[in-house]
């Protein structure tokens, strides 16, 4: 009996959703092989609960990455072939090294130019069925991109784009694009790496970013992204080389996923409900700078409705925060007052005793003296951490 196969569509928003956890480990791929296997993952319906066989159109293929080499039909076969060869190792539920081939089945149909292929069915767990700690986003960020190390980059950092920014040891960046070994002397791999891969991120997807090299004595230890949104590339004008056959498909709201993405990494699971709800009213980066509000502030037992009181408030232009249990809500507006509202290039230390003096006396504003101060030496250790840690995130770093 012959196996059904599906015609594999490339289409212009399609959409690759993958586990953080696959973005986060360390494999190499060359760029086409790349873009192969998120063409195969960006036919994936949400429903599947197998994966299928996929027939690519080499000619199609071809198309859409802009290639026009003679020897394009041998190369994809070529490369398939190798597909079926490489693996990655990555430890298991139960902290087993397990290696993983990306395909279970490549074959070359000679006479029809096509390629057959399938996903191994070890990657279900990071292509199926996911409903926390994923990544979506358009096909066509990748499909133009010329490097394989800007493929792996717009991955790391559009997992991140929710929080804006994000740190790596030298090493882990390296290992992550597949880079081990090379580029030893950092404004190597500064120019050819990192200056390369921001450029065509910048000219080709729907983020940007800029980097920040941090040292440790001479030696560059560390470098801290800063992740945006490239608005002239978010929406319909960021076109593949060819035109594609279009067909119909249930596209997620972008803005949606965004921030449930975002909440999902400051640790509250904020239902697509609510998020719908919120954006009828409010902008979405107001909803993330407010979830990362709540992701900072540990101790807030209801955040859904903190969240929407905060988003309340800022719609009618009310600097306050709001919290449902009255105590709590002054000392989170203290600790409000204490926070720098903006990144700053000195953020100066408060002293314990100072803090102290200034939350006596806000308590005492609404508390007989005696419980004013029993209140701030049961709080104290936690109000002064948190406006140390909120400080500290305050003052930019070089």
């Known amino acids: 009996m012959k196996e059904v196969s599906r015609d594999l569509v490339l289409k212009n928003n399609n959409l690759v959703t993958k586990a953080n956890s696959l973005i986060e480990m360390s494999y190499r791929l060359g760029v086409t092989e790349q873009k192969i296997l998120l063409c195969i993952a960006s036919n994936i319906k949400p429903t599947d609960q197998d994966f299928q066989t996929y027939t690519l159109s080499i000619k199609d293929f071809c198309k859409v990455i802009g290639s026009t080499s003679r020897n394009a039909y041998a190369e994809v076969d070529k490369i398939t072939q190798n597909l079926m060869d490489k693996s990655f190792v990555f430890y298991n539920s139960e902290e087993k090294r397990t290696r993983i081939n990306w395909l279970s089945k490549a074959t070359y149909n000679t ?52 929080l804006s920014e994000r740190t790596f040891t030298v090493d882990e960046l390296r290992e992550k694009l597949g880079l081990e070994g090379k580029y030893d002397v950092w404004n190597n791999f500064k120019q050819r790496v990192l200056q390369h891969t921001q450029k065509e991120i910048e000219a080709k997807t729907d983020i940007s970013f800029t980097f920040v090299p941090l040292k440790k004595g001479r030696t560059v230890e560390k470098v801290k992204f800063l992740i945006k949104a490239n608005p002239s590339k978010s929406n319909s004008n960021l076109e593949l080389k060819s035109e594609v056959i279009e067909v119909v498909q249930i596209d997620e709201e972008p803005e949606l996923m965004e921030i449930h993405q975002a909440s999902l990494r400051s640790g509250v699971n904020i239902g697509r409900s609510k998020i719908k709800e919120w954006l009828v009213s409010h902008k979405k980066d107001s909803i993330i700078e407010a979830i990362k509000m709540v992701g900072i502030r540990k101790n807030i037992k209801y955040p859904v409705p903190y969240i929407t009181k905060i988003l309340d408030a800022q719609a009618k232009e009310v600097i306050e925060t709001i919290e449902l249990d009255p105590i709590e809500q002054m000392i989170q507006e203290f ?60 003052q930019i770093t070089y």
């Open 111 to 162: 006479n029809e130019g096509t390629v057959t292929v399938r996903f191994d069915p070890d990657l279900k767990p990071f292509f199926l069925a996911l409903s926390e700690k994923f990544t979506r986003y358009k096909l066509k960020n990748i499909l133009n991109l010329r490097s394989s190390h800007s493929i792996r980059m717009f991955e790391l950092l559009k997992s991140y784009e929710g």
């Open 335 to 394: 600790i409000y007052e204490k926070t720098p509202k903006k990144k700053m290039k000195v953020v100066k230390a408060l002293p314990d005793f100072l803090i102290e003096m200034d939350a006596i006396e806000k308590f005492a504003g609404k508390l007989p003296f005696e419980e004013a101060v029993s209140l701030w030496e049961k709080r104290k250790a936690d109000i002064i951490s948190i406006i140390r840690e909120n400080r500290k995130n305050a």
